[in-house]
């Protein structure tokens, strides 16, 4: 289906969240969320609560007959639930119902952010041994047990927010490590073999099958396999813009020409440097180019890129609006709440940019 045909679960000129603010008061974060980002808000996640709020831990509360615990070398499977499983479970029931309270009577699409198979496996130790990504059969076995509990998680959602179009974003940030062959071992003094392409696959068409919904797979690391994803059946791939390379262009021209829809990460996820901290930080931020080092510009000036990529594939500039979201670079826990805030309505006039004047 080429880009001209193609209806995506989001609607035209949206802009959404990644999934992280600041802060431990989720009530607080679904309001400003489901405020600011209201023609497609997102599920914030708030890992400054703790071990259980993080990602790994997040995504290790809805596995099925799966448990993990914390250990000091990080999340490991035990045999049965403990505290960290426990708490990780109830932050995510508080959440559900924060959402329900404050999308009472609403219509339209809706995000929820899951860790995905392939980061859940390069992050949590096997009870006797190295990372799950170490073992074939506990991949296998984590993945069928993810989809087991998204399956779960969106038949709740849909009781809850029963007008929400619902789209589920798997984030996978150690994806590009897993198939590099560079994601560490669990003693931290060699790395896992480079897991094949085609396993790989396998692996995320389990769980975007399981998931009954559009799905988007997100990573803000650099070299996200955007033509695996494609074949993977996702309905978008959500990056940050900025990591993007010129080789990467023919794939996203393939994915755009088959119907997948891209959420592009081009507003700050962090503020600049302020002059008193440059000096600190100019070891940190010598060399990086990403826009989260930079700060905002006009909404026109932060997708100008965007619109220049889609006018070099050759696509039609009326459908660049409905084919792109607009979100930040990345996550926003490691922000302060004024700079979230700015982010998110920079962010919904930036994609109002991209619907209007797609040409400009």
Not at 281 to 308: C, F, H, I, Q, Y
Request: proline share 8%.
């Amino acid at each position: 289906m080429s880009s001209s045909e193609k209806t995506y679960p989001w609607g035209p000129g949206s802009a959404t969240g990644v999934g992280s603010l600041p802060g431990e008061d989720v009530r607080e974060a679904v309001r400003l969320v489901v405020g600011e980002l209201g023609g497609f808000p997102h599920l914030p996640e708030l890992p400054g609560r703790g071990v259980g709020a993080d990602l790994t831990g997040r995504g290790a509360g809805l596995l099925v007959d799966l448990f993990a615990e914390v250990q000091p070398s990080g999340w490991r499977f035990t045999d049965r639930p403990g505290r960290d499983h426990r708490r990780a479970v109830a932050w995510l029931r508080e959440d559900l119902d924060a959402l329900e309270e404050f999308t009472q009577g609403y219509a339209g699409p809706l995000k929820v952010q899951v860790a995905g198979p392939w980061t859940l496996a390069a992050t949590i130790e096997l009870v006797h041994g190295d990372k799950a990504l170490a073992d074939p059969g506990a991949c296998r076995d984590l993945a069928e047990s993810l989809a087991e509990g998204v399956r779960g998680h969106v038949a709740e959602l849909r009781r809850r927010i029963p007008g929400a179009g619902l789209v589920v974003q798997f984030d996978e940030p150690a994806l590009p490590g897993v198939l590099a062959g560079s994601v560490p071992t669990a003693s931290g003094f060699g790395k896992l073999r480079a897991v094949d392409k085609a396993v790989v696959r396998e692996g995320l068409r389990t769980v975007v099958a399981a998931a009954g919904v559009p799905v988007v797979v997100h990573s803000c690391a650099p070299g996200v396999p955007i033509g695996l994803l494609r074949e993977s059946g996702v309905a978008g791939v959500s990056l940050d813009f900025s990591t993007l390379r010129d080789r990467d262009e023919e794939e996203i021209g393939e994915a755009v020409e088959a119907g997948v829809g891209f959420l592009f990460g081009v507003v700050p996820s962090t503020p600049p440097p302020t002059p008193s901290n440059r000096v600190a930080n100019r070891a940190t931020t010598r060399g990086n180019t990403g826009a989260g080092a930079r700060p905002l510009s006009d909404p026109a000036g932060t997708v100008r890129g965007v619109k220049m990529l889609w006018g070099r594939l050759g696509f039609r500039p009326d459908r660049l609006g409905a084919a792109a979201v607009v979100t930040p670079t990345c996550g926003l826990a490691g922000a302060d709440p004024a700079w979230v805030r700015r982010v998110l309505k920079h962010s919904v006039e930036a994609a109002q940019v991209l619907y209007e004047a797609p040409e400009g």
